[in-house]
C-alpha cells in the first residue's frame, strides 16, 4: 500500500481522496478491528489503515522524511523536532473550537508557538494500587506523603511479601519525574527553564532510594511493573501500574484494593500522576492535507461515540475529552472515578521541551541514585547542566 493521496490499497467505503492512516500495535483484542470499523464509516475518502507492528516511534519518524509515509496517523508526541521540521501540519483550526474540554495536561505537550499540532485521542494514566486488607492487618493507612509511604512499605514487608513493586529495577525505568512533581517541582517550567534545580529535587530522590535501602521493594518478580500480576498475586501489598491492570485487579480481588497518586512530599508538594496520550497528526508532507485534517477532525472531534468506544470498549483508557470521561459509566464509581479525578486534578506529562536526550540522562542518574546510592545532589547537577545545553539547542532551532 502506498500512502499520500495513492489511489492503491482503499480500504474506506467513501468517494474522494484515498488516505493513509497510520497505528501502533494496540495488544488489547479488538483495537484494530475498531479502527478499520471507523475509517470504513468515513463517506468522504477512501482511508485504509495501516497495522503498524515493532518499533512504531522508529517507523514513523523515518516515514515522514519521504513521500511514503502516512497521510493521518497515530504519534507519542509530536516531538518538537517533528514540529520544527514541518513534518506534521497545524491543527489549531481543528481543536480550538474544544480545546477546553481536553484534559488539559495531556494537550499541553502538542501546543508549540500556541499551535496545536496533534488531537489527543485517549488518556493513559498510572496509579499506586494497594490492598485493602493488607493494610489494615499491620495497621497501615493508606501513604498520604512519601514519608509515609517509606514506611508504610517497610512495615508491610513480611517474609513472603514486599511492601512495595515499583518494577524489577526499582523504579528507574517507570517512575520518571513523578518524584520531581510530587515535591512541587517540575521538568521544565513554562517559561523554559530547568524546574528541577531545588534542593527539594534531592530529597525526595534519596527517600526513593531509602526504599531500596530498607529492602521493602519487590525486585525480580516474574513480570514487570505494567504487568499486575505481582500485585494479584500477593507478592506485594501496593504496587505502581498503570491503569490498564484496573479491570484485571478488580476481577481478582474484587473490592478488596484502591488506588491513590503518587504521594506528595514536604510542605510545596503536591499528589500526582503521570499522563500521556497518543495523539492523532497529520503529515506536513501529505498531499491531500486538507482531506486528511477533514478526517482527523471527523474521527477525533466530531465522532464522540468511537472516541469513547476506542477508550473502553477493548482496553481500560480515559476519554481524552473531559466530557466525555464525565459520562463513560465505567468510570463513574469506585477506583475507576478515583483514576480519572487524579487524572484531571493530579495529572502531569513530559512537556514538549523535555528531549529525549534529557530523559536519558535522568534516568541514568536515577538508576545510580535507586541502586547504587549516587550522591543525589552531584547527580541532578549533572542533568541540568544536560538540560539546559539541549534547551538552548532547540531554542535556537
Given amino acids: 500500500m502506498t500512502a499520500c493521496g495513492s489511489n492503491t490499497g482503499r480500504g474506506g467505503s467513501g468517494s474522494g481522496p484515498a488516505l493513509a492512516q497510520w497505528y501502533h500495535q494496540y495488544g488489547e483484542p479488538g483495537t484494530q478491528q475498531a479502527v478499520k470499523r471507523y475509517a470504513a464509516a468515513y463517506k468522504k475518502a477512501h482511508v485504509t489503515v495501516q497495522w503498524r507492528p515493532g518499533d512504531y516511534d522508529r517507523q514513523t519518524a523515518a516515514a515522514l522524511l519521504t513521500d511514503s509515509g502516512p497521510d493521518v496517523f497515530e504519534v507519542n508526541g509530536p516531538l518538537l523536532d517533528q514540529i520544527q521540521s514541518g513534518q506534521v501540519a497545524d491543527l489549531t483550526d481543528l481543536v480550538a473550537p474544544v480545546k477546553d474540554d481536553f484534559n488539559q495536561a495531556v494537550l499541553a505537550p502538542k501546543i508549540w508557538q500556541d499551535k496545536i499540532w496533534g488531537i489527543p485521542q485517549a488518556v493513559d494514566t498510572q496509579l499506586l494500587y494497594y490492598r485493602k486488607s493488607l493494610l489494615k492487618d499491620?495497621?497501615?493507612?493508606?501513604?498520604?506523603s512519601v514519608d509515609a509511604l517509606v514506611d508504610a512499605a517497610k512495615k508491610l514487608t513480611t517474609g513472603k511479601v514486599k511492601g512495595l513493586f515499583l518494577g524489577n529495577d526499582g523504579g528507574v525505568g517507570v517512575l520518571g519525574g513523578t518524584p520531581l512533581f510530587a515535591a512541587g517541582l517540575s521538568l521544565i517550567t513554562e517559561d523554559g527553564k530547568a524546574g528541577f534545580d531545588d534542593p527539594a529535587a534531592a530529597r525526595v530522590l534519596a527517600k526513593i532510594r531509602q526504599l531500596y535501602v530498607d529492602k521493602s521493594l519487590l525486585l525480580g518478580a516474574p513480570t514487570d511493573w505494567s504487568d499486575p500480576a505481582a500485585f494479584v498475586q500477593g507478592l506485594t501489598a501496593m504496587q505502581w501500574s498503570g491503569l490498564w491492570a484496573?479491570?484485571?485487579i478488580a476481577k481478582a480481588l474484587g473490592d478488596d484494593f484502591g488506588v491513590l497518586p503518587f504521594p506528595k512530599d514536604g510542605a510545596g508538594g503536591k499528589?500526582?500522576?503521570p499522563v500521556g496520550a497518543y495523539a492523532s497528526a497529520v503529515?506536513?508532507?501529505?498531499?491531500q492535507t486538507a482531506a486528511a485534517k477533514e478526517f482527523a477532525k471527523w474521527l477525533w472531534i466530531d465522532r464522540t461515540d468511537f472516541q469513547q468506544d476506542f477508550a473502553l470498549s477493548y482496553g481500560f483508557h480515559i476519554p481524552a475529552r473531559i466530557s466525555l470521561a464525565k459520562k463513560a459509566e465505567r468510570l463513574q464509581q469506585g477506583p475507576a472515578a478515583d483514576a480519572v479525578r487524579f487524572a484531571t486534578e493530579h495529572g502531569y506529562a513530559e512537556p514538549l521541551l523535555w528531549t529525549s536526550a534529557d530523559r536519558n540522562a535522568y534516568q541514568d542518574a536515577l538508576s545510580?541514585?535507586?541502586k547504587d546510592g549516587a550522591n543525589p545532589e552531584t547527580e541532578l547537577r549533572a542533568v541540568?547542566?544536560?538540560?539546559?545545553a539541549e534547551l538552548q539547542r532547540v531554542k535556537k532551532k
Fill in 271 to 273: 499528589p500526582t500522576v
Fill in 368 to 370: 545510580r541514585i535507586i
Fill in 246 to 248: 484496573l479491570p484485571q
Fill in 138 to 144: 499491620a495497621g497501615v493507612q493508606p501513604p498520604q
Fill in 283 to 287: 503529515s506536513g508532507r501529505s498531499k
Fill in 384 to 388: 541540568l547542566r544536560k538540560v539546559d
